[in-house]
């Protein structure tokens, strides 16, 4: 059975080698540019897991308000934010908000996906 994958990023590159990996890989992939796009997937769709960056504007946490969201709309998600800009501060928060992973770009797309897999097979 094919996993469900929400990628949430703004920038177009990295949906779309995040989106090419993943599919190549065996994922049923959806992307978002912006918070409200993704609420709007999570709304409806059952995703087994959720790759979001944590800023999707220049001065915002966006990655931390889709966690609240996907805590309630996709309860069994597992859940990895990506930050270029990561401090120990916002990684305590985003554990704390039900994030399973904080990974720092950039990233080889092997690791991140290794990282799904596992949590995907820890959540079975």
């Keep these: 059975m094919n996993k469900r994958l929400l990628l949430i990023d703004d920038e177009e590159t990295i949906l779309f080698a995040l989106t090419r ?3 190549r890989i065996g994922y ?17 769709t059952e995703y087994d897991v959720v790759i979001a960056d944590l800023s999707l504007t220049d001065s915002g946490y966006e ?4 966690l609240r969201y ?7 998600a597992r859940v990895i ?9 916002i990684e305590r928060e985003a554990l704390r908000r039900g994030a399973h992973a904080l990974l720092h770009k ?12 596992e949590l995907t097979r820890s959540a079975a």
């Design 21 to 23: 990996y993943f599919r």
């Design 28 to 44: 049923t992939v959806d992307t978002a540019r912006e918070l409200e796009e993704a609420e709007a997937l999570a709304t409806y």
């Design 70 to 76: 996907l805590r309630w709309n996709c309860p069994n």
């Design 81 to 89: 934010l990506l930050t270029a800009h990561g401090s120990a501060v």
């Design 106 to 117: 950039p990233r080889p797309l092997a690791d991140i996906a290794r990282l799904a897999a």
């Design 63 to 66: 990655g931390l308000e889709i």
